[in-house]
């Protein structure tokens, strides 16, 4: 095989291979993302949730109900499910290239594991990327499958998702009360009076310590029950690959019209049940809310997922709107560089070893920085995109998966 074939067959998705509508969609999602993990970055609500109703101004009650509402719970999902269509993509074309899919995937899922837990470690606890390698593995079970094997698998996951997260969540409300008939501080409470102190104040040994002793524990809990469903998620998208119902969207208008319509039907009556359920408007035993919540977010979110995605493709094919949608493909195109530099301005605004404004900046607040840092992410996006062919982690990421070196900048 002579070295240009040998190129060409390497050679990573760019340029006019890249599908604009998703490269939109994700980073409206990664806006999204921002948005949310705004409140953990700022806070202790990763540790313990904080109702609207529980802030005491009228302008932070309004802003946490549409981060609630429209946010929480509905762009890790478009992430998700962006990621299972990636994967149907990625193996599609590199077998196209007569490359090995499960070899340089399975490269693909251990550098990704490396981002995840350096992330993890040592830059911020909410890492997502280590659940996504981990999870990605099992799609391996799949690559062989129909649509409609997929499909079946798709349903069986879901409703097994939301069994386990229902039952989870239960065995922690039941610890929950007898926590309080006992008199004993629950850790996640510990854990949320001691990092403030920790976070703002600490050295970044010092929060180092904190997050591998208090934080880890507790995050990996989480994990087996983010596995199967992620992998829903996932699946999701692979189908949607297998059908190639992402292709020539624009020219499958009436077909996303049809599934933004039915997906709206079904997220509104389950966010409208959440936000009833969240507000104490229908009363709940404690002991089943958490439960009920997180199932209602979880569905929800699914539902959400797809609403945001189809009307991001509908918008897109307005022209008076298109040219207000474009710009976040700027983003999209760097979301593995664009995330990991999220928590990276984050940690130096909120930490000690930083601004120091940890539980000190009002909801709104965090609303307003999300804007301001994802207008720079644009700019820098754009900038760096008119002289280089990928991001930064991008270029690192495909480099180490090929096992070899591809020229970053343009021409």
């Known amino acids: ?56 101004s009228p302008i932070d009650q309004g802003f946490a109900w549409l981060i609630q509402i429209l946010a929480s719970g509905n762009f890790y999902t478009i992430f998700s499910f962006l990621f299972g269509l990636g994967f149907y993509i990625f193996m599609n074309r590199t077998r196209e290239k007569g490359l090995s899919v499960k070899k340089l995937f399975i490269k693909r899922l251990l550098f990704l594991l490396g981002f995840g837990l350096l992330h993890l470690l040592f830059i911020w606890s909410g890492d ?18 129909s649509s409609e094997q997929i499909m079946k698998w798709t349903k069986r996951l879901l409703a097994f998702s939301l069994v386990a997260i229902f039952l989870v969540f239960l065995v922690q409300g039941l610890d929950y009360e007898v926590i309080e008939e006992d008199l004993v501080i629950d850790a996640q409470e510990e854990m949320a009076e001691e990092a403030p102190v920790v976070y703002r104040e600490g050295s970044y040994l010092a929060i180092l310590e904190f997050r591998f002793i208090r934080e880890l524990p507790f995050i990996s809990l989480n994990l087996l029950l983010a596995i199967p469903t992620l992998l829903t998620l996932f699946l999701m998208g692979f189908y949607v690959g297998e059908k190639e119902y992402y292709k020539d969207l624009s020219k ?29 408007f229908i009363p709940v035993p404690m002991v089943i809310r958490f439960s009920l919540l997180e199932v209602l977010d979880y569905a929800s979110g699914i539902a959400m997922c797809f609403v945001y995605m189809t009307g991001v493709v509908l918008l897109m094919n307005k022209k008076g709107v298109m040219s207000l949608l474009y710009p976040f493909h700027y983003v999209g195109k760097m979301a593995l560089t664009n995330y990991l530099a999220q928590s990276l301005v984050a940690i130096m605004i909120f930490y000690g070893f930083g601004l120091g404004l940890f539980g000190s900046v009002r909801l709104w607040w965090g609303v307003l920085l999300t804007v301001l840092i994802f207008a720079a992410q644009i700019f820098t996006s754009k900038l760096w995109l008119a002289y280089y062919q990928f991001g930064p982690m991008e270029w690192i990421w495909r480099n180490l998966t090929y096992g070899k070196r591809f020229p970053l900048r343009k021409g």
């Open 1 to 56: 095989m002579n070295s240009n074939k040998e190129d060409t067959m390497t050679t990573p998705v760019k340029g006019k291979e890249r599908i604009v509508e998703l490269d939109v969609i994700r980073g409206f999602a990664l806006f999204g993302v921002l948005l949310v993990n705004m409140t953990l970055f700022k806070s202790t609500d990763f540790y313990v949730s904080k109702a609207p109703g529980d802030f005491i």
């Open 252 to 280: 499958r208008l009436r077909d996303v019209r049809q599934v933004f319509y039915r997906s709206l039907v079904i997220a509104l009556p389950l966010k409208a049940l959440y936000a009833a359920v969240l507000g104490g």
């Open 128 to 145: 997502i990327l280590h659940r996504y390698s981990i999870t990605g593995f099992f799609l391996f079970f799949f690559m062989r499958s």
